[in-house]
Every structure is written in structure tokens, then in C-alpha cells.
């Protein structure tokens, strides 16, 4: 479907339209660098576990130039994959660059088709997924030489994480809405009994500072407590997290004269931040209050 056939469609209007304002530039370019940690980490256990070796870099300018050229070409394969599921639903894409608001770099894929919200989601979350899965595929595959697929994972992963902001913005409406996406901004098609969803960026900054508080909490909370469970358990030592990496939140020993513990603020505080992102994505999309107006752009 074309964007002039939506206007002789009486049963279907603007409901809402998601622009990439400064705001949402700078809350996206946040999260993306805090979901470093959250892909980093991940892709780091399942590094471990498929080769049993920390997989660590020797800096050299050759290793350097090898990771920009992966990286490279991961952000130009994302983008390809996303033209993949355009053509896929009868698209014709387009691709292109741009600096939002001077702040973020990023390549874009566009189209004229407009989609339902089921096959523009397929779309949204097609990267992520499909080079996710061939990355670790390779892992298994190549286990010597697994150590280079961890940064363009790590960096493929946090590069969608507006993809996935959209995903879970989306999700909240009715399948049968219309999307019409350019590379600025993203226009919602729906009847008139459609919720509109409020995609608001000081919302996910309220809700990323809730979940920053509940992770961190907790982790103290829980740092507190384990001492003495583990002390009756006898337990001679305890690691919560990746053991001997930047990824140890707490450290337990048992001694003779008693015990010793270990807490490792920054990685705590890094845990707090992958929090009140998971936090601030899973609330993203609340239902807009009913005194806002529907057609006014995030």
C-alpha cells in the first residue's frame, strides 16, 4: 500500500506520528551506549561458553583495523537485512545517511510501502536477530578464531536498540494499524477507537532512573544478605558475576577467623544502568493521557 491510498481509506486516519526529535536523539544515543554493557556482557558469556577462554584482543594497529572494518561492515549488513524484509512485504527500499540534530550519526533504510504493525516490527527487529544468530553460529563454527565476532555483535545489538524502542512502542497497538516510516520519522495509521500509545522520552527517563534504583537496591540488598546464607551453607567462596572480569559484582571468602567480602561499586552501578534500560524499554509505549492530543508529534 502507497501513502495516497491511505487518505481514501475512510476508516483509517493519523492517530499519532513519532518524530526523531532532539530528545528522543539524545535518549536513543544514551541508551545505545549503555546497552554496550548489556550486549557486551552477553556476548561475552556466550564467547566463554562455546571456547572457554576469555577471548581478549592484543591491540595492535592491525587488530584495530580489522575491528573497524567489522564493525563497518556489520552497520552496512544491518541495513541491508532491513531492505531484505522491505522487499520481503512488497517494498521497494531505500538507503541513506544523516546526523540527527548534530548529534547522532546513522544510516537509514526508507520506503514509500506502508506496512501493518506486524510486518514493519519483522522489519524493526530482522538485524538484530538474523546477524545475531549467524554471529553465534560462527562462534560454534570457527571457535579460534570466535574472539572477532564479539565487538560487531556487541555493536550490532546496541546500534538496534532504536529498533527496539520502536518494537516495544508498537507493540501496544492493535495489528491492524498502518505504518508509514521515512528516515525522520514514523506516521501512525489507525480508526478512531485505537489507543495511542505515548512514546514520550521524558517518560523512559523517569522509568530508566526507577529501574536504576530497583537494580542497584538490589544488588546491595542482596550483597548484604548472601554472607550469612552463605556462611551457614558453609560455603568456602562465592562469586556473584563473571568471575575475574569487570563484570564481578560481589566477591565472598571464607576463611579461618571468618569471612571476607568484595563490592564492586562500578560494575553495580553499570548493572543499575542495564536496568533502568531494560526497565525503561518494557514501559516505553504507556498509553498517552487522554488529555493529550493524538496528533501531536513526541
Known amino acids: 500500500m502507497k501513502r495516497s491510498e491511505i487518505s481514501e481509506r475512510e476508516d483509517y ?7 526523531l526529535s532532539r530528545e528522543l536523539t539524545v535518549i536513543w544515543a544514551g541508551m545505545g551506549i549503555l546497552s554496550l554493557f548489556v550486549f557486551g556482557c552477553f556476548f561475552k558469556l556466550v564467547h566463554t561458553s562455546i571456547t572457554q577462554n ?3 584482543f ?3 594497529p592491525i587488530t584495530i583495523l580489522i575491528a573497524i572494518s567489522t564493525i563497518v561492515f556489520t552497520m552496512l549488513f544491518h541495513e541491508f537485512i532491513h531492505g531484505i524484509a522491505v522487499s520481503m512485504y512488497g517494498g521497494k527500499p531505500r538507503y541513506g545517511t544523516g546526523v540527527a540534530h548534530y548529534i547522532l550519526p546513522y544510516l537509514y533504510t526508507t520506503t514509500e510501502t506502508i506496512f501493518r504493525r506486524n510486518q514493519f516490527i519483522v522489519i524493526l527487529i ?3 536477530i538474523v546477524i545475531s544468530v ?10 579460534a578464531i570466535a574472539h572477532w565476532f564479539l565487538i560487531p555483535l556487541t555493536m550490532n545489538a546496541a546500534g538496534a536498540i532504536a529498533d527496539l524502542w520502536m518494537t516495544f512502542s508498537l507493540i501496544r497497538y492493535p495489528e491492524h494499524i498502518l505504518l508509514a516510516d521515512d528516515h525522520s520519522g514514523l506516521t501512525i495509521y489507525g480508526k478512531s477507537t485505537d489507543k495511542v500509545v505515548n512514546a514520550s522520552p521524558k517518560g523512559f527517563i523517569s522509568d530508566f532512573f526507577i529501574g536504576f534504583l530497583i537494580g542497584v537496591s538490589s544488588l546491595i540488598v542482596l550483597s548484604a544478605a548472601l554472607p550469612m546464607i552463605l556462611l551457614a551453607l558453609n560455603v568456602d567462596s562465592f562469586v556473584l558475576g563473571i568471575g575475574n572480569s569487570h563484570f564481578t559484582f560481589f566477591e565472598y571468602s571464607k576463611g579461618e577467623e571468618g569471612f571476607g567480602i568484595s563490592l564492586k561499586f562500578l560494575p553495580i552501578l553499570s548493572f543499575g544502568g542495564v536496568m533502568g ?11 498517552a493521557k487522554p488529555e493529550r492530543s493524538i496528533n501531536r508529534p513526541v
Open 13 to 19: 486516519k493519523e492517530i499519532n506520528k513519532i518524530e
Open 54 to 56: 576469555a577471548g581478549d
Open 58 to 60: 592484543e591491540g595492535t
Open 126 to 128: 530482522a538485524p538484530l
Open 134 to 143: 549467524l554471529g553465534v553460529i560462527s562462534m560454534i563454527a570457527f571457535p
Open 277 to 287: 534500560l531494560i526497565y525503561g524499554l518494557v514501559r516505553s509505549g504507556k498509553p
